[in-house]
């Protein structure tokens, strides 16, 4: 099953490394990779090393920065985990319904990142026009309720939207 399991956030060296930031609890579980997916398309994976708690892909065929520098999005890959009932991959949030705590919707999930604390990016409807996209943390405090495939319910109060960007 193909999940997402890095952000490309920049290259490392001259010899065409990309430089991962990994989005899966075990980063040493990218040593099973043999092939990732970016955008679409397939690469075969050449060498992969860890850096500062980012992974370096090394992929076959891009021996050169001017070979991948174009490359950015996030990285996908096939592999199988069992998760508890409570545990879910943050790629299945991406375009979920999001509501508050009084069941309105107040948009759709457009983003995620791990850097520091775990937020998701929620594209937000024409109610809120003044508003681009509101950040949640996504912690207890604000998140009520995650059902996959439907919704994620969370807590919406006057200190969230000042979060807006």
Excluded: W
Excluded at 63 to 76: D, K, M, P, R, Y
Excluded at 81 to 101: C, P, R
């Amino acid at each position: 099953m193909k999940h997402i399991v890095g952000k490309i956030i920049g290259f490392h060296g001259v010899k065409g490394e990309i430089k991962v930031y990994p989005l899966v609890d075990d980063i040493s579980i990218f040593e099973s990779f043999t092939v990732i997916e970016l955008a679409g398309k397939k690469y075969d994976v050449e060498n992969v090393r860890f850096h500062k708690n980012n992974v370096l892909l090394q992929l076959k065929d891009h021996n050169s920065l001017n070979a991948v520098e174009h490359f950015t999005g996030h990285i996908s890959a096939d592999f199988h985990e069992e998760l508890a009932d409570s545990q879910f991959y943050i790629a299945d949030l991406m375009g979920m319904t999001v509501v508050d705590q009084n069941a309105e919707t107040i948009g759709v999930v457009s983003d995620f990142s791990n850097l520091g604390q775990q937020l998701i990016y929620v594209k937000l409807v024409d109610k809120f026009a003044a508003k681009s996209d509101l950040i949640v943390p996504f912690v207890e405090d604000y998140i009520i309720d995650v059902q996959i495939g439907t919704h994620i319910k969370i807590k919406l109060d006057e200190g969230l939207l000042e979060l807006c960007q």
